[in-house]
């Protein structure tokens, strides 16, 4: 949905309905989930951060890995992080979908 009005003249506008931001530690493996992501999707932001979980820093680094595009599924979205979890060998996975907070974790 295009909020923005008319189209603007002289160049051209697209609007990304969809945001997925997964978080994802620096562990074994990471790389070429991150590899997948940038060969499924046209563009990607990474920012590195240190993580805090269960009331403890982690020694380990994290990275958010941000897509923006259209028309995702989020029961797809869901089933893709519990790969990467199971991928990475993590009790649980966050991802964000469209501003909201999903944790993934094993049975």
Same mark, same amino acid.
């Given at each position: 949905?295009?909020? @923005?009005?008319?189209? !603007?003249?002289?160049?051209? @506008?697209? /609007?990304?309905? $969809?945001?997925?931001?997964?978080?994802? !530690?620096? /562990?074994?493996? #990471?790389?070429?989930?991150?590899?997948?992501?940038?060969?499924? #999707?046209?563009?990607?932001?990474?920012?590195?951060? $240190?993580?805090?979980?269960?009331?403890?820093?982690?020694?380990?680094?994290?990275?958010?890995?941000?897509? *923006?595009?259209? *028309?995702?599924?989020?029961?797809?979205?869901?089933?893709?992080?519990?790969?990467?979890?199971?991928?990475?060998?993590?009790?649980?996975?966050? /991802?964000?979908?469209?501003?909201?907070?999903? @944790?993934? $974790?094993?049975?």
């Amino acid at each position: 949905m295009n909020t @923005l009005g008319n189209k !603007p003249d002289g160049f051209k @506008l697209q /609007v990304l309905e $969809d945001s997925v931001k997964f978080y994802l !530690p620096r /562990v074994e493996g #990471y790389l070429e989930v991150i590899r997948n992501m940038a060969k499924e #999707y046209s563009g990607m932001c990474l920012i590195e951060f $240190d993580g805090y979980f269960e009331g403890k820093l982690e020694p380990i680094k994290y990275v958010r890995a941000e897509i *923006h595009t259209n *028309h995702m599924d989020e029961k797809s979205i869901i089933k893709y992080a519990n790969d990467i979890r199971v991928s990475l060998k993590q009790k649980s996975l966050a /991802v964000e979908f469209n501003n909201r907070m999903i @944790l993934v $974790d094993e049975e």
